[in-house]
Protein backbone atom coordinates (compact mmCIF):
# COMPACT_ATOMS: atom_id res chain seq x y z
CA UNK A 1 0.00 0.00 0.00
CA UNK A 2 1.14 3.46 -0.51
CA UNK A 3 0.90 4.83 2.63
CA UNK A 4 3.07 7.52 4.85
CA UNK A 5 5.81 5.57 5.11
CA UNK A 6 6.01 5.17 1.83
CA UNK A 7 6.00 8.83 0.58
CA UNK A 8 8.58 9.38 3.76
CA UNK A 9 10.83 6.68 2.58
CA UNK A 10 10.67 8.29 -1.27
CA UNK A 11 11.49 11.83 -1.16
CA UNK A 12 12.98 12.89 -4.13
CA UNK A 13 17.02 12.57 -3.71
CA UNK A 14 16.93 16.78 -4.01
CA UNK A 15 14.36 17.04 -1.85
CA UNK A 16 16.78 15.18 1.21
CA UNK A 17 17.96 17.73 3.70
CA UNK A 18 21.43 16.99 3.16
CA UNK A 19 20.98 17.70 -0.81
CA UNK A 20 23.57 20.39 -1.37
CA UNK A 21 22.93 22.35 -4.73
CA UNK A 22 25.94 24.37 -4.42
CA UNK A 23 27.98 21.15 -4.31
CA UNK A 24 25.93 19.80 -6.77
CA UNK A 25 26.47 22.20 -9.17
CA UNK A 26 30.11 22.41 -8.70
CA UNK A 27 30.59 18.75 -9.92
CA UNK A 28 27.84 18.10 -12.65
CA UNK A 29 29.52 17.62 -15.95
CA UNK A 30 26.23 19.50 -17.52
CA UNK A 31 26.39 22.92 -18.54
CA UNK A 32 22.50 24.78 -18.92
CA UNK A 33 21.87 27.88 -20.98
CA UNK A 34 20.17 29.27 -17.99
CA UNK A 35 21.63 29.80 -14.35
CA UNK A 36 20.97 26.54 -13.20
CA UNK A 37 21.86 27.61 -9.77
CA UNK A 38 19.32 30.06 -9.74
CA UNK A 39 16.37 28.03 -10.59
CA UNK A 40 17.43 25.39 -8.29
CA UNK A 41 16.86 28.02 -5.24
CA UNK A 42 13.81 28.98 -6.87
CA UNK A 43 12.34 25.41 -6.81
CA UNK A 44 13.46 24.48 -3.68
CA UNK A 45 11.82 27.51 -2.26
CA UNK A 46 8.32 27.74 -4.17
CA UNK A 47 8.22 24.35 -5.86
CA UNK A 48 8.48 26.21 -9.59
CA UNK A 49 10.47 27.19 -12.23
CA UNK A 50 9.57 28.77 -15.50
CA UNK A 51 11.13 28.86 -18.46
CA UNK A 52 10.08 31.88 -21.05
CA UNK A 53 9.65 31.44 -24.46
CA UNK A 54 10.96 28.15 -24.44
CA UNK A 55 9.05 26.24 -27.23
CA UNK A 56 9.41 26.82 -30.81
CA UNK A 57 6.49 28.32 -32.19
CA UNK A 58 6.07 26.13 -35.30
CA UNK A 59 5.82 23.38 -32.67
CA UNK A 60 2.87 24.97 -30.77
CA UNK A 61 1.67 25.68 -34.52
CA UNK A 62 2.20 21.46 -35.61
CA UNK A 63 0.11 20.39 -32.21
CA UNK A 64 -2.91 23.03 -32.72
CA UNK A 65 -2.90 21.98 -36.10
CA UNK A 66 -3.32 18.19 -34.62
CA UNK A 67 -5.83 19.08 -31.89
CA UNK A 68 -8.37 20.62 -34.57
CA UNK A 69 -7.75 17.90 -37.08
CA UNK A 70 -8.71 15.51 -34.40
CA UNK A 71 -11.29 17.35 -33.21
CA UNK A 72 -12.27 18.14 -36.46
CA UNK A 73 -12.90 14.48 -37.30
CA UNK A 74 -13.15 13.14 -34.28
CA UNK A 75 -15.96 10.66 -35.64
CA UNK A 76 -12.78 8.35 -36.40
CA UNK A 77 -11.08 9.08 -33.23
CA UNK A 78 -11.16 7.01 -29.41
CA UNK A 79 -9.27 8.92 -27.54
CA UNK A 80 -10.50 9.64 -24.21
CA UNK A 81 -11.61 12.96 -23.19
CA UNK A 82 -12.55 14.38 -19.07
CA UNK A 83 -15.55 16.21 -19.08
CA UNK A 84 -18.15 17.14 -16.32
CA UNK A 85 -16.22 13.97 -14.29
CA UNK A 86 -17.18 11.30 -17.38
CA UNK A 87 -14.89 9.77 -19.32
CA UNK A 88 -15.89 9.50 -23.36
CA UNK A 89 -14.35 8.16 -26.49
CA UNK A 90 -13.95 11.89 -27.87
CA UNK A 91 -16.49 10.26 -30.95
CA UNK A 92 -19.02 9.67 -27.88
CA UNK A 93 -18.29 13.46 -26.22
CA UNK A 94 -22.00 15.02 -25.46
CA UNK A 95 -20.51 18.46 -26.89
CA UNK A 96 -18.04 20.02 -29.08
CA UNK A 97 -14.32 18.99 -27.26
CA UNK A 98 -13.02 22.80 -27.67
CA UNK A 99 -16.37 24.42 -26.55
CA UNK A 100 -16.41 24.00 -22.65
CA UNK A 101 -14.44 24.79 -19.85
CA UNK A 102 -12.78 22.02 -17.90
CA UNK A 103 -12.58 19.54 -20.67
CA UNK A 104 -9.27 17.36 -20.62
CA UNK A 105 -7.75 15.40 -23.76
CA UNK A 106 -6.03 12.58 -22.51
CA UNK A 107 -2.59 11.39 -23.51
CA UNK A 108 -2.91 13.34 -27.24
CA UNK A 109 0.85 11.95 -27.60
CA UNK A 110 -0.73 8.50 -27.94
CA UNK A 111 -1.83 10.13 -31.78
CA UNK A 112 0.65 13.34 -32.16
CA UNK A 113 4.34 13.40 -32.77
CA UNK A 114 3.79 17.13 -31.64
CA UNK A 115 2.84 16.36 -28.55
CA UNK A 116 5.42 14.23 -27.54
CA UNK A 117 7.87 16.89 -29.04
CA UNK A 118 6.02 19.19 -26.86
CA UNK A 119 6.27 16.99 -23.56
CA UNK A 120 10.37 16.38 -23.88
CA UNK A 121 10.88 19.66 -24.21
CA UNK A 122 14.36 20.30 -23.52
CA UNK A 123 14.54 22.85 -21.39
CA UNK A 124 11.86 20.76 -19.12
CA UNK A 125 13.28 17.44 -19.13
CA UNK A 126 17.32 18.99 -18.79
CA UNK A 127 15.76 20.67 -15.69
CA UNK A 128 13.86 17.65 -14.19
CA UNK A 129 17.04 15.37 -15.04
CA UNK A 130 18.85 17.67 -12.24
CA UNK A 131 15.75 17.10 -9.85
CA UNK A 132 15.21 13.63 -10.27
CA UNK A 133 18.85 12.62 -10.14
CA UNK A 134 18.36 10.89 -13.15
CA UNK A 135 16.71 11.06 -16.60
CA UNK A 136 12.88 11.85 -16.26
CA UNK A 137 9.96 9.57 -18.48
CA UNK A 138 6.71 10.77 -19.32
CA UNK A 139 3.88 9.57 -17.87
CA UNK A 140 0.99 11.00 -19.64
CA UNK A 141 -0.42 14.52 -21.28
CA UNK A 142 -3.64 16.81 -20.81
CA UNK A 143 -4.73 19.02 -22.96
CA UNK A 144 -6.85 21.98 -22.43
CA UNK A 145 -8.52 24.05 -24.58
CA UNK A 146 -10.68 25.99 -22.08
CA UNK A 147 -9.58 27.08 -18.65
CA UNK A 148 -10.27 23.51 -16.02
CA UNK A 149 -11.65 25.83 -12.96
CA UNK A 150 -10.06 22.51 -11.25
CA UNK A 151 -9.96 23.67 -7.91
CA UNK A 152 -6.77 23.46 -5.67
CA UNK A 153 -5.56 20.40 -5.40
CA UNK A 154 -2.09 17.95 -5.46
CA UNK A 155 -1.41 15.57 -8.34
CA UNK A 156 0.41 12.61 -6.74
CA UNK A 157 -3.10 11.49 -5.23
CA UNK A 158 -4.32 11.06 -8.71
CA UNK A 159 -1.05 10.27 -11.25
CA UNK A 160 0.20 7.78 -8.88
CA UNK A 161 1.42 4.67 -11.61
CA UNK A 162 4.94 5.27 -10.72
CA UNK A 163 6.90 3.23 -8.49
CA UNK A 164 7.68 5.78 -6.29
CA UNK A 165 5.02 8.45 -5.41
CA UNK A 166 7.06 11.27 -4.47
CA UNK A 167 8.99 10.98 -7.83
CA UNK A 168 6.72 13.74 -9.88
CA UNK A 169 6.65 16.84 -11.60
CA UNK A 170 4.44 18.33 -14.13
CA UNK A 171 5.22 20.93 -17.17
CA UNK A 172 2.87 23.40 -18.03
CA UNK A 173 3.20 24.92 -21.42
CA UNK A 174 1.34 28.04 -22.98
CA UNK A 175 0.06 27.49 -26.49
CA UNK A 176 -1.31 31.02 -26.92
CA UNK A 177 -0.53 34.31 -24.25
CA UNK A 178 -2.97 33.88 -21.00
CA UNK A 179 -5.31 36.55 -20.11
CA UNK A 180 -6.40 37.14 -17.13
CA UNK A 181 -10.13 36.30 -17.10
CA UNK A 182 -9.06 33.21 -19.14
CA UNK A 183 -8.98 31.11 -15.84
CA UNK A 184 -5.05 30.68 -15.63
CA UNK A 185 -3.43 28.62 -13.60
CA UNK A 186 -2.43 29.25 -10.27
CA UNK A 187 -0.37 28.29 -7.73
CA UNK A 188 0.77 27.85 -3.93
CA UNK A 189 4.62 28.81 -4.09
CA UNK A 190 6.62 26.86 -1.15
CA UNK A 191 3.02 24.45 -0.62
CA UNK A 192 5.40 21.66 -1.79
CA UNK A 193 7.53 21.45 1.03
CA UNK A 194 7.83 18.32 3.22
CA UNK A 195 5.74 18.73 6.12
CA UNK A 196 4.08 21.73 5.65
CA UNK A 197 0.98 20.31 4.42
CA UNK A 198 -0.07 17.04 6.25
CA UNK A 199 -0.58 14.47 3.38
CA UNK A 200 -4.43 13.62 3.15
CA UNK A 201 -5.50 10.19 4.38
CA UNK A 202 -7.88 8.78 1.92
CA UNK A 203 -8.55 5.87 3.80
CA UNK A 204 -6.82 3.30 5.89
CA UNK A 205 -4.01 5.18 6.11
CA UNK A 206 -3.51 5.40 2.05
CA UNK A 207 -1.99 8.43 0.61
CA UNK A 208 -3.26 7.86 -2.80
CA UNK A 209 -7.20 7.97 -4.44
CA UNK A 210 -8.06 4.09 -5.49
CA UNK A 211 -11.40 2.84 -6.91
CA UNK A 212 -11.92 2.01 -3.14
CA UNK A 213 -11.26 5.24 -1.35
CA UNK A 214 -14.07 5.64 0.95
CA UNK A 215 -12.85 9.37 0.76
CA UNK A 216 -14.53 11.84 -1.82
CA UNK A 217 -12.56 14.44 -4.73
CA UNK A 218 -14.59 16.89 -2.48
CA UNK A 219 -13.43 15.99 0.67
CA UNK A 220 -9.65 16.27 -0.10
CA UNK A 221 -10.33 20.20 -1.57
CA UNK A 222 -12.38 21.00 1.57
CA UNK A 223 -9.23 19.75 3.60
CA UNK A 224 -6.84 21.78 1.31
CA UNK A 225 -8.74 24.82 1.33
CA UNK A 226 -8.31 24.23 5.37
CA UNK A 227 -4.37 24.19 4.86
CA UNK A 228 -4.40 27.40 3.04
CA UNK A 229 -6.41 29.34 5.31
CA UNK A 230 -4.60 27.54 8.63
CA UNK A 231 -1.30 28.24 6.84
CA UNK A 232 -2.09 31.56 5.48
CA UNK A 233 -0.66 30.55 1.41
CA UNK A 234 -0.84 32.67 -0.86
CA UNK A 235 -2.14 32.16 -4.40
CA UNK A 236 0.19 33.14 -7.58
CA UNK A 237 -1.23 33.38 -10.57
CA UNK A 238 0.82 32.50 -14.11
CA UNK A 239 0.19 34.91 -17.01
CA UNK A 240 2.32 33.26 -19.47
CA UNK A 241 3.04 34.54 -22.87
CA UNK A 242 2.86 31.59 -25.65
CA UNK A 243 5.83 29.22 -24.96
CA UNK A 244 6.19 30.32 -21.40
CA UNK A 245 6.56 26.98 -19.48
CA UNK A 246 6.10 26.01 -15.72
CA UNK A 247 7.32 23.20 -13.92
CA UNK A 248 5.98 22.31 -11.12
CA UNK A 249 7.03 19.83 -8.16
CA UNK A 250 4.15 16.75 -7.82
CA UNK A 251 3.85 18.50 -3.99
CA UNK A 252 2.82 21.23 -5.22
CA UNK A 253 -0.79 22.69 -4.42
CA UNK A 254 -2.08 23.95 -7.81
CA UNK A 255 -5.66 25.32 -9.82
CA UNK A 256 -7.16 26.74 -12.34
CA UNK A 257 -8.77 29.65 -11.27
CA UNK A 258 -12.71 30.45 -12.03
CA UNK A 259 -13.13 31.87 -15.98
CA UNK A 260 -13.95 35.33 -16.14
CA UNK A 261 -14.60 35.80 -20.15
CA UNK A 262 -16.30 32.76 -21.18
CA UNK A 263 -15.31 33.67 -25.12
CA UNK A 264 -11.58 33.42 -24.00
CA UNK A 265 -9.50 30.06 -24.95
CA UNK A 266 -7.14 29.15 -22.55
CA UNK A 267 -4.85 26.68 -24.97
CA UNK A 268 -2.27 24.69 -22.51
CA UNK A 269 -0.57 21.51 -22.76
CA UNK A 270 -0.13 19.25 -19.70
CA UNK A 271 2.81 16.91 -18.87
CA UNK A 272 3.37 14.95 -16.06
CA UNK A 273 7.17 13.47 -15.22
CA UNK A 274 8.22 10.42 -13.21
CA UNK A 275 12.14 9.76 -13.22
CA UNK A 276 13.56 6.81 -14.92
CA UNK A 277 13.95 4.31 -12.52
CA UNK A 278 9.95 4.73 -10.99
CA UNK A 279 8.45 4.47 -14.19
CA UNK A 280 6.24 1.28 -14.35
CA UNK A 281 7.19 -1.10 -16.30
CA UNK A 282 3.65 -2.34 -16.91
CA UNK A 283 3.81 0.64 -18.71
CA UNK A 284 6.18 -0.45 -22.16
CA UNK A 285 8.53 1.95 -23.11
CA UNK A 286 10.24 5.04 -20.93
CA UNK A 287 10.96 6.55 -23.73
CA UNK A 288 7.77 8.07 -25.18
CA UNK A 289 9.35 8.03 -28.87
CA UNK A 290 9.31 4.41 -28.52
CA UNK A 291 5.89 3.95 -27.38
CA UNK A 292 3.63 2.41 -30.51
CA UNK A 293 0.98 4.91 -31.67
CA UNK A 294 -2.62 4.39 -30.34
CA UNK A 295 -4.29 1.85 -32.17
CA UNK A 296 -7.19 1.51 -34.63
CA UNK A 297 -6.60 5.22 -35.14
CA UNK A 298 -5.69 7.67 -38.37
CA UNK A 299 -2.81 9.43 -37.55
CA UNK A 300 -2.56 13.30 -36.87
CA UNK A 301 -0.97 15.54 -39.20
CA UNK A 302 2.36 15.90 -37.38
CA UNK A 303 3.16 12.56 -38.19
CA UNK A 304 3.15 13.11 -41.90
O1 LIG B 1 -4.28 23.94 -16.09
C1 LIG B 1 -5.04 23.87 -15.13
O2 LIG B 1 -5.99 24.64 -15.00
C2 LIG B 1 -4.80 22.84 -14.08
C3 LIG B 1 -4.06 21.67 -14.61
C4 LIG B 1 -3.75 20.66 -13.58
O3 LIG B 1 -4.00 20.81 -12.43
C5 LIG B 1 -3.06 19.42 -13.97
O4 LIG B 1 -2.94 19.17 -15.17
O5 LIG B 1 -2.60 18.69 -13.08
FE1 LIG C 1 -3.08 19.26 -11.26
Redesign the pocket.
Known amino acids: MKDLAHLLANPLPTDRAHFDIAHYIKHTPKVEEYNLRQKFEEWRETGVVIFENAVPDGLIDAFLGDIEYLCRNRANFGLEVEHQGGRYPIRDLPVDPLSHTGIKLNCVERLSLAARRLSMNKFVCGFLEHIFQEPPAMLQS ?1 T ?1 WR ?2 Q ?1 PA ?1 L ?1 YPYVSVQTRIPHLA ?1 S ?1 TALEDVHEDAGP ?1 AYYPGSHKIGLIPPYDWGDGSIILTPESPRHVLEFTAYLAEQVERLSLRQQVFLPKRGDVLIWHGNLL ?1 E ?1 IPVKDFSLTRR ?1 Y ?1 THFTARGSYPPSHGAADVFARPVMQESPRLPSWR
Request: no cysteine; aromatic share 14%.
Open positions: LFGSQHDAWLHGSV
